[in-house]
């Protein structure tokens, strides 16, 4: 099976899923998916934007912070699913997007007082703010900017009866990008040496 009818199938199994917000999961990766392309955001962005949450469907991540108080490192796992197969500018937002998180609440007054209740929750599990060593150096990597895009789409991805695409509508991105992260992951391997 390939990578993309493996994320359809995920959402088809785990989509409806509530997860702690006023929509399902689905309604969640839509949404922040139609954020980014409303926004003229890049391809790469759109993608991770939609797939950022795509760990939670695995091994119950996504009902850890609320059923047992503990993370489920949705960020990482959806990372090792996707890494493979997807170029690391649509893998380095998703596994960020948890640290952009811990970042703006660590750099951005105001923001931790407008995190949903289920935000919170996992925030605390999650290590909470960033101090200010930890926030200098999430700020030197290469996907900063991507990584708080994405979670500035995540943050705002809650809204009741949002008019959004489908989900087949990605479809062909999502093709699209791993048939260049299969090229973009060999190259950014040897490059790394």
Request: with cysteine; proline share 4%; charged share 25%.
């Amino acid at each position: 099976m390939n990578i993309v009818d493996r994320i359809y199938d995920l959402f088809a199994e785990f989509g409806g899923q509530d997860y702690g917000e006023d929509v399902s999961q689905r309604d969640h990766a839509l949404q922040c998916a139609c954020l980014a392309q409303r926004d003229g955001a890049p391809d790469t962005i759109v993608a991770a934007a939609l797939l950022h949450d795509i760990g939670q469907f695995i091994d119950c991540a996504g009902a850890q912070a609320e059923m047992s108080g503990t993370d489920g490192y949705h960020e990482q796992r959806g990372g090792a699913l996707l890494r493979p197969y997807f170029p690391s500018s649509v893998i380095a937002p998703i596994v960020m997007h948890v640290d952009a998180k811990r970042y703006l609440c660590a750099r951005e007054p105001g923001y931790r007082e407008a995190l949903s209740a289920a935000s919170e929750l996992s925030l605390r599990l999650q290590g909470g703010p960033f101090t200010p060593e930890e926030a200098g150096a999430f700020e030197k990597n290469i996907h900063f900017h991507d990584a708080i895009q994405v979670r500035r789409y995540d943050d705002a991805g809650k809204m009741k009866d949002m008019v959004v695409s489908p989900l087949e509508s990605y479809r062909d991105l999502l093709t699209r990008l791993a048939a260049q992260g299969a090229d973009h992951t060999g190259q950014e391997a040897a490059s790394d040496k």
